[in-house]
C-alpha cells in the first residue's frame, strides 16, 4: 500500500497551540479508563512483586548479576537525563509557559435569544420545519441600526449587528454565531429504527453490521444524501438574500458527517471564502464507544478518501477515544464538547462559523451555552448565537462514571425487530 501525505493544519491560533487539544485529549483518554480497571492493574502489579522475588530468593542463580556495575550505569544514566532535562528546560522556559497558560482557562458562554425562532420555548422541535423557516431568523429590528439599516435585507442587517456586537465585546468577551447542522440519515439510523433501540443499544450497535447493512462508521442512505442537499439549496438561496457566509467549516471526522458536509456545502458560492474547505476536528464527534456507527477511521484512510479535507495538528493515526467496552457518559460528552468550543473560541477569530456534527454532541453543545433542549431531525440545522467569555482558570472536570447505556446483550433480544 502506498503512503498516504496526511494534511494537518497550522489554522491561525490566538492563545493557544496545538497542545491544547492535545492535553484534552489525555484528560478524555484518563476518563475513559475506568477506575475498577486502574485499580485491577495496580492489583496486579502489588501481587506480581512479592511473586518475583520469591522466585530468586528459591532459585539464586537466577539472581540478578552485576549489580553493582547496573548500580553504576543506572546513576550515570539519570545523572544524564537530568542534565538534559534541566538545560532543555531552561531553554524552553517561555514555550512551557505558553502551554501552562493553554490549559489554564475556560469560557463561560451564553445563548443570546430572541434572534433566532428555535431559542423561543414555543417552538416545537418536532414540527419545526429550518428549510421552510429559512433556518428560523426572526424578523426584527436591533439595537445597534442607524436609519440607513432599512436599505439592507434582514440577514444582511442580522450580520452587521452580530459583528457590531463582537467588535464592542469587552477584550476578555466575543460573540459568535454558530450553525450546527446534524448529518443527514446514515445506515445506523436505518439499523437503529428497524431492530428498536433497546435492542439495537444491548446488541446490534456493538456489530460492524448485519442483515445486508453495513454500521459501521456508517455512510449516507439516498435519503440522508437529499437531505444534505436541501441544506445546499437552501444556502444558494439565502445567499442572495445577504446570509453572511461561514469563515470556517468543522467537520467531525466519521464518514457520514464529511460526506453531509460535502453536499451541504460543495459548489455554493460563498461571498467571504474561495471555496469550502472542511477543518476536520476530533472533538466535535458523537458520543464515544461501545457503538460502532460512532468509531472513525484511520486518518490515512480519511484523508485517502476525502483528500479534500484538512485534520487539526493534533488529529492522531488511530482512534484512540473509541473504546469497544466503555460509552461515554453525559456529563463527560458535554465536558468534551465544553473543551471544543473553549478551542474553537479561543482560537478562531471567526464570528459566522459552521459545525457539522451529530444529535448527541449538538444537544451537549446546546446544553453547554445554555441554549434550550432542541432536537434535530437527521440533516437538520440550527443557528445559535453565542456569547463567551474567558476565564482564567481551568474547566472543572466531571466525576468518573460507569458506561453509559445497558449491558451487553450476548444474544439478540426477542420481540424488537421493527416491522
Given at each position: 500500500?502506498?503512503?498516504?501525505?496526511?494534511?494537518?493544519?497550522?489554522?491561525?491560533?490566538?492563545?493557544?497551540?496545538?497542545?491544547?487539544?492535545?492535553?484534552?485529549?489525555?484528560?478524555?483518554?484518563?476518563?475513559?479508563?475506568?477506575?475498577?480497571?486502574?485499580?485491577?492493574?495496580?492489583?496486579?502489579?502489588?501481587?506480581?512483586?512479592?511473586?518475583?522475588?520469591?522466585?530468586?530468593?528459591?532459585?539464586?542463580?537466577?539472581?540478578?548479576?552485576?549489580?553493582?556495575?547496573?548500580k553504576y550505569l543506572a546513576s550515570f544514566f539519570i545523572f544524564v537525563v537530568v542534565s538534559l532535562?534541566?538545560?532543555?528546560?531552561?531553554?524552553?522556559?517561555?514555550?512551557?509557559?505558553?502551554?501552562?497558560?493553554?490549559?489554564?482557562?475556560?469560557?463561560?458562554?451564553?445563548?443570546?435569544?430572541?434572534?433566532?425562532?428555535?431559542?423561543?420555548?414555543d417552538t416545537d422541535d418536532a414540527s419545526f420545519d429550518f428549510i421552510k423557516e429559512k433556518f428560523g431568523l426572526i424578523?426584527?429590528?436591533?439595537?445597534?441600526?442607524?436609519?440607513?439599516?432599512?436599505?439592507?435585507?434582514?440577514?444582511?442587517?442580522?450580520?452587521?449587528?452580530?459583528?457590531?456586537l463582537d467588535e464592542q465585546s469587552a477584550a476578555d468577551e466575543s460573540v459568535k454565531v454558530l450553525f450546527l447542522g446534524r448529518h443527514g440519515q446514515?445506515?445506523?439510523?436505518?439499523?437503529?429504527?428497524?431492530?428498536?433501540?433497546?435492542?439495537?443499544?444491548?446488541?446490534?450497535?456493538?456489530?460492524?453490521?448485519?442483515?445486508?447493512?453495513?454500521?459501521?462508521?456508517?455512510?449516507?442512505?439516498?435519503?440522508?444524501?437529499?437531505?444534505?442537499?436541501?441544506?445546499?439549496?437552501?444556502?444558494?438561496?439565502?445567499?442572495?438574500?445577504?446570509?453572511?457566509?461561514?469563515?470556517?467549516?468543522?467537520v467531525s471526522p466519521l464518514t457520514r458527517t464529511i460526506e453531509t458536509a460535502d453536499l451541504s456545502f460543495k459548489g455554493v458560492p460563498f461571498a467571504e471564502v474561495?471555496?469550502?474547505?472542511?477543518?476536520?476536528k476530533e472533538l466535535v464527534r458523537e458520543a464515544l464507544g461501545v457503538h460502532t456507527c460512532d468509531r472513525r477511521s484511520k486518518a490515512s484512510e480519511i484523508v485517502a478518501e476525502f483528500p479534500h479535507v484538512t485534520l487539526e495538528p493534533s488529529f492522531s493515526e488511530e482512534d484512540v477515544l473509541w473504546k469497544a467496552d466503555y460509552r461515554e457518559p453525559r456529563l463527560a460528552r458535554r465536558y468534551r464538547l465544553k473543551l471544543l468550543l473553549d478551542d474553537i473560541f479561543d482560537s478562531d477569530k471567526g464570528v459566522f462559523l459552521s459545525l457539522t456534527s451529530?444529535?448527541?454532541?449538538?444537544?451537549?453543545?446546546?446544553?453547554?451555552?445554555?441554549?434550550?433542549?432542541?432536537?434535530?431531525?437527521?440533516g437538520g440545522v440550527i443557528p445559535v448565537v453565542v456569547k463567551a467569555k474567558r476565564i482564567k482558570a481551568e474547566r472543572e472536570k466531571p466525576p468518573e462514571e460507569p458506561s453509559e447505556g445497558p449491558p451487553a446483550c450476548k444474544e439478540p433480544p426477542s420481540g424488537d425487530l421493527q416491522s
Open positions: 500500500m502506498s503512503s498516504v501525505s496526511i494534511p494537518h493544519s497550522s489554522h491561525q491560533s490566538s492563545h493557544t497551540d496545538s497542545s491544547y487539544p492535545r492535553n484534552a485529549y489525555d484528560d478524555l483518554l484518563k476518563m475513559l479508563v475506568r477506575p475498577d480497571r486502574r485499580q485491577t492493574q495496580a492489583r496486579h502489579h502489588r501481587q506480581r512483586q512479592p511473586l518475583i522475588r520469591r522466585r530468586h530468593a528459591d532459585n539464586p542463580q537466577q539472581q540478578p548479576q552485576h549489580l553493582s556495575v547496573n532535562y534541566t538545560f532543555m528546560h531552561v531553554g524552553m522556559s517561555s514555550n512551557a509557559a505558553g502551554n501552562q497558560d493553554a490549559q489554564s482557562f475556560h469560557y463561560q458562554f451564553e445563548t443570546l435569544a430572541g434572534y433566532f425562532k428555535q431559542s423561543d420555548a424578523s426584527r429590528s436591533y439595537s445597534t441600526e442607524t436609519g440607513t439599516a432599512g436599505s439592507l435585507t434582514q440577514w444582511e442587517r442580522f450580520e452587521k449587528h452580530i459583528r457590531q446514515g445506515w445506523h439510523n436505518v439499523a437503529e429504527t428497524k431492530y428498536g433501540t433497546p435492542a439495537w443499544d444491548c446488541y446490534w450497535s456493538l456489530l460492524d453490521g448485519a442483515d445486508g447493512i453495513t454500521w459501521s462508521n456508517a455512510n449516507l442512505t439516498e435519503l440522508g444524501q437529499g437531505q444534505a442537499k436541501d441544506v445546499n439549496a437552501l444556502w444558494k438561496e439565502l445567499l442572495g438574500e445577504g446570509i453572511p457566509s461561514p469563515e470556517t467549516f468543522y474561495k471555496e469550502y474547505k472542511p477543518f476536520i451529530h444529535s448527541g454532541a449538538i444537544r451537549s453543545i446546546l446544553e453547554g451555552v445554555g441554549h434550550r433542549d432542541f432536537g434535530l431531525q437527521t
